[in-house]
């Protein structure tokens, strides 16, 4: 459970932070952020499956690039849920949901599943193995 509550602020912290760098998403308070990151974890973890299933011909066309578009469709759906994210055209939805998803990814890679900071310890065995 508290692995979850981090990873809920993670999300938070990049809609704000993505908010603060892309000039067509506003994100009007951190209510909404929390709200705005609830709903696009719920989105993702529903609609996003169905919808690369869907789109799989055309995302192995364009070798995976088609999952940002679906990436910006939730995002967009998720600005139509909540009142308080504002998300304004298809190319702001594009980046929005590329630096959402490096920074919530760059967040988590160092958070365990129990919400601690987890890091890797590597140790010399010898002249050219780490262990």
Known sequence: MRGLIIRWMTLTVAVMFTAYLVDGIQVASFGSALAAAAAIGVLNAFFRPVALLLTLPLNLLTFGLFTFVINAMMLKMASGLIGGL??????????????????????????????????????????????
């Open 86 to 131: 504002q998300v304004t055209g298809f190319w702001s939805a594009v980046v929005g949901a590329f630096l959402i998803s490096l920074i919530s990814w760059l967040i988590n890679t160092l958070i365990n599943t129990e919400g601690r900071i987890d890091l890797i310890e590597l140790h010399r065995r010898g002249p050219d193995r780490w262990v």
